[in-house]
């Protein structure tokens, strides 16, 4: 059996809080293969790190993401719903999230870059996933800044819509895309390979309910990576169901699970 993905669900969000750079560093830390997170646009056009369609929940702040313009963004507290110690922790930038992973996600041409050397450099992948709404031009924006940072071979890009999925593939035909899922789909793999998906990450319910559809997307070269596995007693019937990883809230509980098995 190859070697089980560990993708940390926006960051190591159990131990900081979600889609912030301190959760997304400690997922790099906990031994994390993908780092996940979720990119919204703001009303000027910035693409920022934010699950929901709200600041609410996580910010002492209020309002619809894409109704806010950056500035006002800029200035909530995105830690403190979580812990004191985070208090002050913004909700960071789509650039900033790069800046903070690269070093992580691409092999240092020398002794100097990033702090390690090329035989010891970290290597991590971006598990992207782009909420809606998004237009093409908003679309083209964010994976253009991922292209930018270098990070477009080391990213996949995701979205539980497969227009966005489909705006994905127009606005980077090479880059590697998935499609999330509640549940499969009746044509799962047709519906896959219209896309052109290298991923499909339903739920676990989904997975345990239907291995069958495991191994046929991935007799058709789709991996599957379900959300959100938290559980830690379901980790081996979710493996043994054919799975190519698994996204979890529990980062270093599963690399450590990994190593063991």
Sequence with gaps: MGSLHRVAHRGYSAVAPENTLPALAAGVLAGATFIEFDVRTTA?????????????????????????????????????????????VGV????????????????????????????VAPRVELLLEIKPPATLEQVKFIVGQVADA???????????????VRLAGEAAPDVRRGLLRDAFDTSQVEVAQELGVSFCNPSMNAVLGSPGTVAALADAGVAVMPWTANDVTLWPDLVEAGVAGLITDHTGELTGWAAAR
């Design 44 to 88: 000027d056009g910035v693409p920022v790190v934010v699950h929901d369609r709200t600041v609410d929940r996580t910010t002492d702040g209020s309002g619809k993401v894409w109704e806010l313009e950056f500035d006002e963004i800029a200035r909530l507290d995105a830690g403190s719903w979580f812990s004191p110690a985070y208090a002050g």
């Design 92 to 119: 960071p930038q789509l650039t900033e999230v790069l800046d903070l992973l690269r070093p992580h996600a691409v092999l240092a041409d020398s002794a100097g870059d990033a702090g390690v050397t090329p035989a």
């Design 150 to 164: 270098g990070l477009l071979d080391r990213t996949v890009v995701q979205s539980f819509d497969p227009a966005i």
